[in-house]
């Protein structure tokens, strides 16, 4: 049987880093938004008496990845298998455009979608594998969700999705061909105290809120937030460059996402997002537009009868306030 899955890409709408925990990893507090940009993958799987998984990479970033075990789409075909228990061959082609090092989760989410590829070919339950996907990587638990936004707690695998009915704005994305390692970033980083810390939770909090209440660009774009900034910005010349030209433009919406090297400005409408794309485009940088990726689960929130239950976005802000 064989699957095709769109695998989109994340930014962080929010991200503050709340402590360090024993085993070295981070607590974070983070927003997770899905956008509508990010892989195709195709999987074509069936049981067979002898495991066999192979992977094509195609597209502008595939020549970039390696094709073997070392993959994280190999790896999580095969941590689906150890869990089920199954032998099967699986033949993998992957249409890679996320680049890597850029914030943007495309390995973690080309992950996810062959979990959940193989859960519709082989008719198994995805929630029993969010352990194994946390396993593999503390972002590829949010890609198992339909949902568009995600609050993130823990190392970023306790999620809770955060219903927005919209309308949301538009996004730009430049990535400025820079590779940031993860582990640089957070080698750098100064821990905040916790009153700060505590200030940038309520911050989130209300930023949720508003998105949950349908709240306008304007009134809510002053809590947009990204400790990491801090640790790659001053250090990373590429990523200064296109935040401060970004932000000359009068766009006042303007974040990196997750650990970079990705930059992204919100603004309003889609020629305001043409624009903007004209005027950084550049040799030394990608630059794009997109929305974000609306699912089933998202257009249909508010009616009695979907997954969440809770009544019309009327009510759960008027709870919510």
Same mark, same amino acid.
């Given at each position: 049987?064989?699957?095709?899955?769109?695998?989109?890409?994340?930014?962080?709408?929010?991200?503050?880093?709340?402590?360090?925990?024993?085993?070295?990893?981070?607590?974070?507090?983070?927003?997770?938004?899905k956008i509508?940009?990010?892989?195709?993958?195709?999987?074509?799987?069936?049981?067979?008496?002898?495991?066999?998984?192979?992977?094509?990479?195609?597209?502008?970033?595939?020549?970039? &990845?390696?094709?073997?075990? *070392?993959? /994280?789409?190999? #790896?999580?075909?095969?941590?689906? =298998?150890?869990?089920?228990?199954?032998? !099967?061959?699986?033949?993998?082609?992957?249409?890679?455009?996320?680049?890597?090092?850029?914030?943007?989760?495309?390995?973690?989410?080309?992950?996810?979608?062959?979990?959940?590829?193989?859960?519709?070919?082989?008719?198994?339950?995805?929630?029993?594998?969010?352990?194994?996907?946390?396993?593999?990587?503390?972002?590829?638990?949010?890609?198992?969700?339909?949902?568009?936004?995600?609050?993130?707690?823990?190392i970023g695998?306790?999620?809770?999705?955060?219903?927005?009915?919209?309308?949301?704005?538009?996004?730009?994305?430049?990535?400025?061909?820079?590779?940031?390692?993860?582990?640089?970033?957070f080698a750098?980083?100064? &821990?905040?105290?916790?009153? *700060?810390? /505590?200030?940038? #939770?309520?911050?989130?909090?209300? =930023?949720?809120?508003?998105?949950?209440? !349908?709240?306008?660009?304007?009134?809510?774009?002053?809590?947009?937030?990204?400790?990491?900034?801090?640790?790659?910005?001053?250090?990373?010349?590429?990523?200064?460059?296109?935040?401060?030209?970004?932000?000359?433009?009068?766009?006042?919406?303007?974040?990196?996402?997750?650990?970079?090297?990705?930059?992204?400005?919100?603004?309003?409408?889609?020629?305001?997002?043409?624009?903007?794309?004209?005027?950084?485009?550049?040799?030394?940088?990608?630059?794009?537009?997109?929305?974000?990726?609306?699912?089933?689960?998202?257009?249909?929130?508010?009616?009695?009868?979907?997954?969440?239950?809770?009544?019309?976005?009327?009510?759960?802000?008027?709870?919510?306030?």
């Amino acid at each position: 049987m064989k699957i095709t899955r769109f695998c989109p890409a994340k930014v962080n709408l929010f991200l503050e880093v709340c402590g360090k925990r024993p085993d070295g990893y981070h607590e974070l507090a983070t927003l997770f938004a899905k956008i509508n940009f990010g892989d195709t993958l195709t999987v074509d799987a069936e049981e067979a008496p002898q495991t066999e998984i192979t992977l094509t990479l195609t597209g502008p970033v595939g020549g970039m &990845l390696k094709a073997d075990e *070392t993959n /994280l789409a190999c #790896r999580a075909a095969r941590a689906f =298998l150890e869990h089920f228990k199954l032998s !099967a061959r699986i033949d993998m082609t992957l249409d890679k455009h996320t680049p890597t090092g850029a914030g943007l989760g495309g390995g973690s989410s080309d992950a996810a979608g062959v979990m959940l590829a193989l859960c519709e070919i082989f008719n198994k339950d995805k929630n029993e594998l969010l352990p194994a996907a946390a396993r593999l990587g503390a972002d590829v638990p949010l890609f198992m969700y339909e949902d568009t936004f995600l609050k993130g707690e823990g190392i970023g695998e306790k999620l809770t999705p955060v219903p927005a009915p919209g309308p949301l704005p538009w996004l730009v994305l430049a990535y400025p061909n820079t590779v940031v390692p993860t582990k640089g970033v957070f080698a750098r980083l100064k &821990l905040p105290d916790q009153q *700060t810390v /505590l200030t940038n #939770r309520s911050n989130l909090d209300k =930023l949720i809120t508003d998105l949950r209440c !349908a709240s306008s660009l304007a009134g809510w774009k002053h809590l947009l937030f990204n400790r990491l900034e801090e640790c790659v910005v001053p250090f990373t010349n590429s990523v200064r460059n296109v935040l401060l030209d970004l932000r000359k433009t009068n766009t006042d919406a303007v974040l990196m996402s997750g650990s970079g090297s990705t930059v992204f400005a919100l603004v309003e409408t889609e020629k305001d997002a043409k624009n903007l794309v004209r005027k950084l485009q550049n040799q030394e940088r990608t630059v794009f537009f997109t929305t974000f990726h609306r699912s089933l689960t998202n257009e249909n929130y508010g009616n009695k009868d979907t997954s969440y239950g809770r009544g019309s976005p009327e009510s759960v802000c008027e709870r919510d306030v």
